[in-house]
């Protein structure tokens, strides 16, 4: 059954300044039959409050709980990291609000958002802290922007200049990734199976629909054509021309039982069925709260320890200070592989559900090792400091879930991610490796 929606705002709920046909009526008629309504969307600049103050002007009720922005989930990712920001009011006082420490000279993370005054200056500073080792962050990939004085250029433009300068890619945080979605999961507290997405773009709103294996309904009210979909690759649920047919389907769903929801014909072609039953990792994904990780893979952070090592009495690779130690759930799975990297700390690996892991591990001066992890090879490996490693499933269709914990405690500074040209330049003898778990 249907028990919450996820809606998009831009060409679903509104149009600048004027509202879709229908929507208002839709949303008050949901929430009088008890569904959740959530207002998700991939611009950071707007404080939550201003943007409930928008729905509300079409007689919407909004609270800020019925809010979600990629300034709140890239706040979650960054956690109690520090961050160089680029962005205006709604990320910097997200990032405030949560206690986010804002450092231009050495942050653990570039945060990229929408910012007007954005300059070469501002650009050149970023690209020199990603190159240092901050972790480049994007709340959205969003080439342009729908704003009250025209179309302005978005924070994918920014993000591009960036990207090019310093020749890395970014972690992006909003639509089409599924970090957005998975925090509207948890923010919901509902199964993903009693949630749907509703949005007008097949790229990003539906296309983040599935990758989070959320079922998702089109609406033909903004970006998106039939047209469209005869071309794209990206299939929703269910196509719907207007609300009226949109409330129909979703009655519909939300009035059968738990055991036949999606099982009547709705209001419109019925173009994907919904996710197959869950697999084991996508439960593990979904129990332990795992966001995807930038090496591959899906991680959360479970523990870093409350004191801290002064830069005083650590090696000087670290260049500041450290947790005593830090620890995450890790899980890969099918093809999916962690690519080579490096850190600057020993680092622990454990293993604690699934097939198994092959850890590959090449040392400064080239010697190779092959760790396997699993209930029939070691429990725990470790892996040296600055020792490149990779890791895979020890089959195509296999998982695993483990645990990593880093002495002294990890920080994204320390990351360093492994550059396909320049590790095959340094180690020639194992290129073909290299050139399959690397990106």
Known sequence: MIRALILDLDGTVYRGREEVPGAGTFIRNMRARGLRCLFVTNRANRPVSTVCEHIRSYGIPCDPPDVLTTAQAAAEYVGNRSA??????????????????????????????????????????ACDLIRQGAEFIVTNPDAWLRMDEG?????????????????????????????????????LGLPREDILTIGDNLDTDIRAGLRAELRSALILTGVSTRADLARSDVKPTWVVDSYPELEQLVMQEHAAPASTAGAAAPVRTDIRQPAAPETAAGRWIRELQLDRHPEGGYFRETYRAAESIPASALPGRYGGTRSFATSIHFLLEGRDFSAFHRLQSDEVWHFHAGDGLRLHLIAPDGAYQEIRLGLDAHLQAVVPATCWVAAEPVSPAAYALVGCTVAPGFTFTDFELGRRADLHQRFPVHFALIDRLTR
């Open 151 to 187: 179309i302005f250029p978005g924070t994918g433009a920014l993000a591009a200049s960036i990207e090019v300068g310093c020749g890395l890619e970014p972690v992006v945080i909003g639509k089409p990734e599924r970090r957005l979605f998975d925090k509207a999961v948890r923010h």
């Open 84 to 125: 160089f920001v680029i962005g205006e009011e709604g990320i910097l006082g997200e990032f405030a609000r949560c206690g986010i420490r804002l450092d231009d000279q050495r942050p653990d993370c570039v945060v990229v958002s929408f910012e007007r005054a954005f300059n070469y200056e501002r650009m050149r500073r």
